[in-house]
């Protein structure tokens, strides 16, 4: 069943000392379904705008907003969703593509988290990702994006981060986790790691999302294999430019032909900054 569009209408409206303030826009909503979108921003915390009128064109605006809003955040933790990770993402590597700024991108997982569910239970677990998350949006800029991408899993994205900071900013991250034990339920500390793994992206290289969480990801294994609660970076960044990003540079330059490690075939070496591979 097709809903007919709201009504937008015009009044004109006075203030108290009866001078004409101009036309009022208020919108019809009957056809709406507004009390359900107000019933789920109100489970999601949500506070109205003062002087909120759901029926007028700037109350409806409201819910509108809220609702994008919610629909980013990770409702746990308050912190950026996996959806609105990848549009930050997308972004971020579109920018360093074109602007040569160094960006790193950071992955965290709590360590032994199957382990807090299991002897504590989920309720407990849930503490710990909500102590976890408080710890990260502590150590960022307001630059930065900070997610929550998967159960005990993290994610950030620092834009314009030099290489030469990547282990401190990394290692500060790491330490205000471990340096925060979580209050459970009774009076108990639960001491809390994470293991980090980070990549640079490619600067001046139109690479993509995938291939740069891969690298984070494998770093992050590393970290992990290496014993848990600590840092590996993947470094010098300019040094790891793979096969396929080598072809999207190509391929952007005008579809010359690459050699099987991806380097051009023909003399195309003089084109690239020197600093490439």
Known sequence: MMLEPPIASHLNTEDAAGTARGPEVVVDVSSLRLELALNLLTQAGWQPPPGFQPHSFDGLQAVIDGLCDISSRDALTGLANRRQFEVAISREIDRVAR????????????????????????????????????????????????????????????????????????????????????????????????????????????????????????????????GRNRTCLELPPLTVVSPEEKGMLFGALGGYDLEEDGTPASGMAEVLPKTSP
């Open 99 to 226: 602007a040569g700024e160094p960006a790193l991108l950071l992955v965290l997982d709590i360590d032994h988290f199957k382990k807090v569910n299991d002897t504590h239970g989920h309720a407990a677990g849930d503490l710990v990702i909500q102590s976890v998350a408080a710890a990260l949006q502590d150590c960022v800029r307001p630059m930065d994006t900070v997610a929550r991408v998967g159960g005990e899993e993290f994610a950030i994205i620092l834009p314009n981060c030099p290489p030469a900071f990547g282990q401190t900013v990394a290692e500060r991250i790491r330490n205000k986790v471990a340096s925060q034990p979580v209050a459970l339920v009774g009076g108990a500390a639960l001491a809390v790691t994470v293991s980090v793994g980070g990549a640079f992206a490619p600067q001046w290289v139109r690479s993509s999302p995938t291939l740069w969480m891969d690298r984070a990801d494998q770093q992050l294994y590393r970290a992990k294999a290496e």
